[in-house]
Each structure stands twice: as structure tokens, then as C-alpha cells.
T-cell receptor, first 110, second 114 residues
Framework: RKEVEQDPGPFNVPEGATVAFNCTYS??????FFWYRQDCRKEPKLLMS???SGNEDGRFTAQLNRASQYISLLIRDSKLSDSATYLC???????????FGTGTRLQVTL | DTEVTQTPKHLVMGMTNKKSLKCEQH?????MYWYKQKAKKPPELMFV???????INESVPSRFSPECPNSSLLNLHLHALQPEDSALYLC?????????????FGPGTRLTVL
């Protein structure tokens, strides 16, 4: 079983749609959780950290369920510019060691 | 300014060449990282430097040799690479080497080994 699992997609959605991505992690000792966004041939960029209480940043909402070892990202009112790969990232054990999921590809269309 | 810079952007080298990748940050971060990313795969951690000391080496072959000359600079020396080492090499930095710290990535060096 992979440490961090994501549906690779692609998710093809029209502009304005709401789309949700899920991610599961295998190590119950994982301590910090992030969503990164990566555009084609570019570096990963932090989208948001994920907290147990859930957090929202504009159109983006992230949730963490430690009991189920599950992380989600909800994007409302999708824009063309949201098209990218969304990486679920988990920090476990040794400080600073991040494990990336394989990423979920989102394509927003007109 | 959350900027990590990397040079060169692209590098083509033969298997007998010696080359170096450079990474720089001026955010006062004390942890720096090297990652390798193959096409359609997630980044994989190679090395972690914390306060200019190597703290994690993810069993990387010795043909990759990291160096941290000071707190702002990180180099990756390459020697006798193989074609399968062709990839995007990403540098990142964070405030400290704590698991809660956000890592900021540079644009990467796209390496091709012939």
C-alpha cells in the first residue's frame, strides 16, 4: 500500500463547477498535511495546509479526518486557471520529511 | 518574498561529465532540500540540510554529492550520471526542519543525461 494515495484523475469539469479530491495516508503517526498545486513543467506551490478543524481559503476548503486517515480538498466555482495537478503531501516521523501523493490532475473547461 | 532560485534552468550532460546544480534563498531559512521528480511522478526527497549540516540522505547514489557552503546556498554536484538520472531536480527551503514548516520550492533544473 502506498504511503499517500490519490486518484490520479483526470477530473474534467466545466467552469463554475465544484470538485472534490480525496487522499488517504497509511501512517497513523503522520503529523502535518498539505495540498500543493503543480502546473505542467513547473515547481510545486503550497496551496494550503490542512488542519483537523478544517480550513478555508477563498474557494478552497481542506479537511482532515485523522480517524479515517483521510484528507480532502474542495474547490468551488472552478476557474480555468485552476487546471493543474493537486498533490496531497504528508509529513511523518522525522522532521521535514514530506511524502507526496502521485497527484490528481484537474482540467477545467469552458 | 518567498523565492528560491535555481541555476541552470536546463542542463544537458554526458555520462562522463561533472556538473553542479545551484540553489539559493534569501528568506533566512535554515533548512534546504533536494528533490528529484521524474515525468508524471511526484517529487522524491534526496537530501535535507538543517543548519548547514546534512541531516537526511535518502540512500542516494554517491554520483550525487550535496554541499551547503552557507545558510543561503545549496549545491548538488553531479558526476558519472546515468541516463535514468534525467529528471527535474527541485530545491526547496523552509524556516526550520520541523514537520509543520512549509517548504518553498524553486523552479527546478531540468537535467538530461545523454
Amino acid at each position: 500500500r502506498k504511503e499517500v494515495e490519490q486518484d490520479p484523475g483526470p477530473f474534467n469539469v466545466p467552469e463554475g463547477a465544484t470538485v472534490a479530491f480525496n487522499c488517504t495516508y497509511s501512517n497513523s503517526a503522520s503529523q502535518s498535511f498539505f495540498w500543493y498545486r503543480q502546473d505542467c513543467r513547473k515547481e510545486p506551490k503550497l496551496l494550503m495546509s490542512v488542519y483537523s478543524s478544517g480550513n478555508e481559503d477563498g474557494r478552497f476548503t481542506a479537511q482532515l479526518n485523522r480517524a479515517s486517515q483521510y484528507i480532502s480538498l474542495l474547490i468551488r466555482d472552478s476557474k480555468l486557471s485552476d487546471s493543474a495537478t493537486y498533490l496531497c503531501v504528508v509529513a511523518t516521523g522525522t522532521a521535514s520529511k514530506l511524502t507526496f501523493g502521485t497527484g490528481t490532475r484537474l482540467q477545467v473547461t469552458l | 518574498d518567498t523565492e528560491v532560485t535555481q541555476t541552470p534552468k536546463h542542463l544537458v550532460m554526458g555520462m562522463t561529465n561533472k556538473k553542479s546544480l545551484k540553489c539559493e534563498q534569501h528568506m533566512g531559512h535554515r533548512a534546504m532540500y533536494w528533490y528529484k521528480q521524474k515525468a508524471k511522478k511526484p517529487p522524491e526527497l534526496m537530501f535535507v540540510y538543517s543548519y548547514e549540516k546534512l541531516s537526511i540522505n535518502e540512500s542516494v547514489p554517491s554520483r550525487f554529492s550535496p554541499e551547503c557552503p552557507n545558510s543561503s546556498l545549496l549545491n548538488l554536484h553531479l558526476h558519472a550520471l546515468q541516463p535514468e538520472d534525467s529528471a527535474l531536480y527541485l530545491c526547496a527551503s523552509s524556516q526550520d526542519a520541523a514537520f509543520t514548516d512549509t517548504q518553498y520550492f524553486g523552479p527546478g533544473t531540468r537535467l538530461t543525461v545523454l
